[in-house]
């Protein structure tokens, strides 16, 4: 990126290093078409550099040094994780570029998961509070096994997160019983159409509404359009080579004519079909 030059480089890593307003680094992410992983990079790269020039103290030990290059492999691979999405063995080799240590796919996947297993699978709130939300539920899947997920649409705030055995309603039941133990309070629920979560939903939020949620709303429906409109294409394109073996076949004046006016009209047709396919 020629356009991103050495000041304006140095002033994203200022700002992110010293202005602590929030959504700044959105903010700057949008205006350079930069990722938000990066300008965090340029911000530590920064902080290293004039870390060495206005270091008050004494030098550290060994020791010390040991601990601070684990601790700086262990950000970077949590920021390359979560922000840049990246997989172990991607983390790996970023880390091995910029000479940090603890880098092999081994100890990175032991540390993330060490650090997985302090985190609670469900938002803690404090002080006996409720808080009240809209939540968007659904499962993704890790090597088939189902992970269902409960997020704050608006902040995408993890709410609750767990591996389960299935996603039958029983699963999604339990998932949502967690969420009133935590003092979550559900306003409106929108889902996907998948008859586990409905029937979750309705036995444990009763009188809550749910909604389907945009994506699968409108992909489910052209998908039953475009599967209508597939057919009638494939069964257009039939016909008319139906009417041209039979045009082939004419003898008769009469009929060459009468045939040819039925291969063009299935041509005409079929061209109509595809084009709305």
């Known amino acids: 990126r020629k356009d991103l030059t050495v000041e304006i480089r140095l002033y994203i890593a200022f700002m992110a290093l010293l202005c602590n307003r929030w959504g700044l680094i959105t903010q700057m992410a949008k205006q350079y078409a930069i990722s938000r992983t990066f300008i965090y990079m340029?911000?530590?790269q920064l902080n290293t550099a004039?870390?060495?020039?206005f270091y008050v103290g004494s030098a550290p030990s060994k020791k010390e040094l040991i601990i601070e290059g684990k601790a700086k492999s262990l950000e970077y691979a949590l920021l390359l994780r979560l922000e840049g999405k990246c997989s172990i063995p991607s983390i790996s080799?970023?880390?091995?570029?910029?000479?940090?240590g603890n880098n092999s796919v081994g100890t990175i996947s032991q540390k993330?998961?060490?650090i997985g297993r302090y985190l609670p699978n469900t938002l803690e709130i404090d002080n006996d509070a409720t808080l009240y939300v809209y939540l968007a539920a659904d499962e993704m899947f890790s090597h088939s096994i189902p992970i269902l997920i409960s997020v704050d649409p608006i902040s995408t705030t993890i709410i609750r997160?767990?591996?389960?055995e299935s996603r039958k309603t029983e699963d999604w039941i339990n998932h949502f019983n967690k969420l009133k133990e935590n003092g979550i309070e559900v306003i409106l629920v929108a889902s996907d159409e998948g008859q586990g979560i409905c029937s979750a939903t309705n036995s444990a939020f009763p009188g809550i509404n749910r909604q389907p949620d945009t994506f699968h709303a409108i992909s489910?429906?052209?998908?039953?359009?475009?599967n209508s409109l597939e057919k009638s294409a494939y069964a257009a394109i039939a016909e008319e080579y139906h009417c041209l073996e039979v045009f082939e076949s004419?003898?008769?004046?009469q009929v060459i004519q009468k045939?040819?006016?039925a291969y063009f009209d299935a041509k005409s047709k079929t061209g109509q079909a595809i084009m709305l396919y």
Request: aromatic share 6%; hydrophobic share 40%.
């Open 161 to 164: 997160i767990e591996l389960a």
């Open 250 to 253: 004419a003898k008769t004046e």
């Open 42 to 44: 340029l911000q530590s």
């Open 220 to 226: 489910h429906r052209l998908g039953k359009w475009v």
């Open 112 to 114: 993330l998961s060490e």
């Open 259 to 261: 045939r040819m006016d």
């Open 93 to 100: 080799d970023i880390l091995k570029k910029m000479g940090l």
């Open 50 to 53: 004039v870390e060495d020039y």
